[in-house]
């Protein structure tokens, strides 16, 4: 069983930053996908950014040249710099890890973006 425990949410002016945590305890395969999603209001929950154990990252067109995903794979954790934030990227951002049919979501973290 895996848990994910996130941190490092909170408000933040457009044009700031705020860098995500997320550390994954448990029975965690050496070969994983972690990533970052975020959901607004209203929306569905899409996907920010991922990072496989190999280190390849894809990101969403709306966030690329924004945030930058990385991991610590001895710490299990995995974390989501957030620059130029702007107010569209206010949402809860949820921590997920993917290893075949094991999918993991953590509790959620708010990020706001004030204007």
């Known amino acids: 069983q895996v848990q994910l425990v996130e941190s490092g949410g909170g408000l933040v002016q457009a044009g700031g930053s705020l860098r995500l945590s997320c550390a994954a305890s448990g029975r965690i395969f050496s070969i994983n996908t972690m990533g970052w999603y975020r959901q607004a209001p209203g929306k569905q929950r899409d996907v920010v950014a991922s990072?496989?154990?190999?280190?390849?990252?894809n990101y969403a067109d709306s966030v690329k040249g924004r945030f930058t995903i990385s991991r610590d794979k001895a710490k299990n954790t995995v974390y989501l710099q957030m620059s130029s934030l702007k107010p569209e990227d206010t949402a809860v951002y949820y921590c997920n890890y993917k290893m075949a049919s094991i999918n993991v979501w953590g509790q959620g973290t708010q990020v706001t973006v004030s204007s």
């Open positions: 990072i496989t154990t190999g280190g390849s990252t």
